[in-house]
């Protein structure tokens, strides 16, 4: 054999053996692809099964949720239909209500409009019948009295205006006789001013308070946001809070001192403790109200105490403190009171009076003003009230009524302290009127009173507390006097101003005069 054809027989094996091998390979690998792609379709294959099962789980769930949600909808709204069947139900119960009534009511209404109908033409009827009856009335009155119908009114009204005039003159005189205008104890009132000795100093009270501040930043605090702050204190308080260009300072004013003691209490404790708002301002407002009837307490105590006077109502004691936050023309009420309690046991000791008796009467005299703005009626009345209700000294009582004039003093004691008390008012300093108004109260007393026609002149005395009117004898007659003194007390009462009441006293002298020579 030759080394050709060798070498050709070993390339036709080798490319035999290479494409023998490359055919086992490709079924090889056919084989295992074919493995893999039974593999992947039974994966597949689990998969979607695996989702189905949940896609079918999932729509049950969500079936039975919807089922719930649906069934829970439903009851919802049953009860819901049921609620506002029942609403309608009442609604439509009080409409058939309301439609009865009404019904009865236009029933009545219709009753009433022809029961009204009828009368009304009664009335009409008789009204016809008296009008026809007025007139033959008056034709046959004015044929028999020979007068027409207008001289027989002037006649009867002249004839009743003088039966009143009398009858009125004799009702006030009968009235003004029971009262007497000098009494003898008159003179013990002077003796005892004479000899009166009591010195005090002069007060004078305002209607504002002045409270400091430490700062002008902290008015920005009092009024706090949008003023809610100044309101509050206002509202609980009950006074004006005045914030202007006055330098680290808020001004209080109030008619009412005790008001507006406490608005100075609580404002002053709100800047010392820096936590102001609403709530706080009410808190600190109640303490300080609550704290100021303490201190009134004390303060009637003190009073009690410096008189040596015992067997006190402790209310009365807690009214007597309270007079030292109340005044009287700029004076102080409870400094008034001790006055005029000091006053009355130096006359009582003078005049042989029981001391401790003229002191409780001084002391209680003006004790209704702790209460006139609370209670309707004068102080006077007030105070005897209060002092009848703690079942007060008889005497006591009495002087008070009469202290000014409002019945006629009867014991030594009223008189006492009806003097004490006009000279306690009327020392200089104890009243803030000057003499320019005082001057200016008495000319327009005078100038009212010679307004009246037949008046000659009139004088002004005591003070103004009496005008002396003289008349001209030829112009008012003596029936004419009584009513000529009404009228002018009458006027003095509607037009001026003044304190405790006025005396008018109207004087008529006819004279004959006549010279033997």
Known sequence: MSPILTVVLVLVAAVAAGALGFYLGGENRKRTAEAKIGSAEEEAKRIVNDAIKAAEQKRKETIIEAKDEAFKLKSDADKEIKDRRAEISRQERRIDQKEEALDKRTTQMERKEEDLKRRSETVEARLDELEQLKLRQTEKLETIAAMSK????????????????????????????????????????????????????????????????????????????????????????????????????ITLSSFDQTRREVARMALERLIADGRIHPARIEETVDKCRRELEIQMKREGDKAIMELGIHSLHPDLVKLIGRLKYRTSFGQNVLSHSLEVAWLAGLMAGELGVNVQLARRAGLLHDIGKALDHEIEGSHVQIGVDICKKYRENPQVIHAIEAHHGDVEPKTTLAFIIMAADAISAARPGARRENMESYIKRLETLEALCNGFEGVESSYAVQAGREVRILVQPDKVSDDEVILLARNVAKKIENELDYPGQIKVNVIRESRAIEYAK
């Open 150 to 249: 207008e001289d027989a009114r002037a006649v009867l009204l002249k004839q009743v205006d003088d039966e009143l005039t009398h009858e009125k003159a004799m009702k006030i005189s009968a009235y003004q006789a029971n009262m007497k205008d000098e009494c003898d104890n008159l003179a013990r009132e002077l003796v005892g001013q004479a000899i009166a000795r009591c010195a005090a100093d002069a007060t004078s009270e305002a209607t504002v308070s002045v409270v400091p501040l430490p700062s002008d930043e902290m008015k920005g605090r009092i009024i706090g946001r949008e003023g809610r702050n100044i309101r509050a204190l206002e509202t609980a308080t009950g006074c004006d809070l005045i914030i202007d260009d006055t330098p680290e300072a």
